[in-house]
């Protein structure tokens, strides 16, 4: 009996013991999942810098960001300090995300990220800010300078061929440079220089514009190691062409006593000004009933001493276009009384249509019946019969016959 209670004893020891280790290493875990974790980051002056700090586990304590001056930025989700430059990127009980635009020198520092449990735990990480030419490690890094197109002077002509240049220097190592034709991206050919302990990269384009070029935009692109996203330069494209011109109206059948209008529309760069209308090879017959105002020509009550070829003419000092119109003014009284029956018309097309199908249908029953047809030396006669019984006995009737010159030889 001693001995049994003795292992008993010995036995509630060791689960003792063993729960004792287990929660000592639950909380020891708990805590360590309560650490916050940080990274230093680097960046380049005027760039964006994000700061994240993470807790494997959290019982919803606040995280909060601190700057080197330890004045609070973010604490959880509500902005502490007023930088407009400072701004929220993610908020939650295991992460805390801020974001740092036009990063400065002055931004340098050591960043503390503190999560408030008892006692509050922190840990700080070191915010470098690159100057124009630093040391990233053991590699010199060269800020690339802000791009500059050349190449063009404005106006261009249409038919000219351009080039484009655009030269970027102080890249170490060399920068990138991509071109974009509005949205699109266009080659170009590149050329790196070694100037110093640096490079200057420059890239062109040479194309021969046209009138479809006029206003677009170019774009140049350099992208490099240090900067969080790339520079870029735009330049648009101002291209002069030689006009043309076309005429619009503004009704499709016109009456006597209708109020009627042209406009003369015109494409071309510069505008061609100013726009001259005339009929029939001179003047406009009736100044005051034709009225002229920029591009449009107004008749206010028509009738039909206007019929005839309205023309417009304009330029610019690549050419010159024009363009006509022949006007017919219909008398309302006779386009009501004679004019065309649509319904009418409609309804013969549709007839014809129809007698049309019927006999492409019969047609093609007939030949489909008789394709092939061919009469046996039993059924001749059969087809001068008037009805088919006849036809029958004819046919028997030829086999009787048939029996009759049958030769028997014995």
């Known amino acids: 009996m001693i001995v049994k209670q003795y292992l008993m004893f010995i036995l509630y020891s060791l689960c003792a013991s063993v729960f004792k280790v287990a929660g000592t290493k639950s909380k020891a875990r708990g805590i360590l999942g309560q650490i916050p974790i940080t990274q230093n980051v680097t960046v380049v002056e005027g760039a964006i810098a994000n700061m994240t700090c993470r807790v494997d586990y959290n019982d919803n304590t606040s995280l909060q960001w601190s700057n080197p001056a330890q004045q609070t930025l973010f604490f959880g989700d509500k902005k502490a300090l007023r930088d407009h430059r400072i701004e929220l990127v993610r908020a939650s009980s295991q992460e805390l995300t801020i974001r740092i635009n036009d990063v400065s020198l002055s931004d340098e520092g050591l960043y503390t990220c503190s999560l408030f449990t008892m006692p509050v735990r922190t840990t700080k990480a070191f915010l470098t800010v690159l100057g124009e030419h630093v040391h990233f490690g053991e590699v010199s890094i060269g800020v690339p300078g802000r791009p500059e197109i050349t190449g063009f002077t404005k106006p261009a002509m249409e038919g000219d061929v351009v ?18 034709r509005n949205d699109k991206e266009v080659q170009g050919t590149k050329e790196v220089n070694a100037t110093g302990k640096s490079f200057t990269v420059r890239s062109s384009l040479q194309f021969q514009v046209d009138k479809r070029d006029d206003g677009v935009a170019y774009t140049c692109s350099v992208e490099h190691v240090s ?30 006593g209708q109020y009627f209008k042209l406009e003369c529309v015109s494409i071309g760069n510069p505008i061609p000004e100013p726009v001259e209308w005339s009929k029939d090879g001179g003047e406009l017959p009736d100044i005051e009933r034709m009225i002229v105002e920029g591009r449009e020509l107004t008749i206010t009550t028509l009738n039909k001493t206007d019929n005839g070829t309205y023309r417009c003419e304009a330029s610019n000092h690549l050419g010159s276009s024009s363009a006509e119109y022949i006007l017919f003014v219909y008398d309302p009284n006779a386009l009501g009384q004679h004019g065309p029956d649509h319904a009418l018309i409609g309804g013969v097309v549709a007839v014809v249509v129809f007698i049309t199908l019927c006999l492409i249908i019969v047609l093609g ?19 001068d019969a008037p009805d088919a019984d006849t036809a029958i006995i004819n046919a028997e009737g030829n086999h009787v016959h048939a029996e009759e010159k049958k030769e028997y030889f014995i």
């Open 163 to 180: 080039t484009l240049t655009c030269t970027t220097s102080g890249s170490k190592p060399a920068a990138t440079i991509r071109w974009f």
């Open 227 to 256: 900067l969080s996203k790339p520079y870029m330069t735009t330049e648009v494209l101002e291209v002069h062409y030689a006009p043309h011109l076309e005429i619009t109206h503004s009704l499709i059948i016109p009456q006597e």
């Open 365 to 383: 029953r007939y030949l489909a019946r008789h394709k092939g047809t061919y009469l046996t030396h039993e059924a001749k006669g059969a087809e």
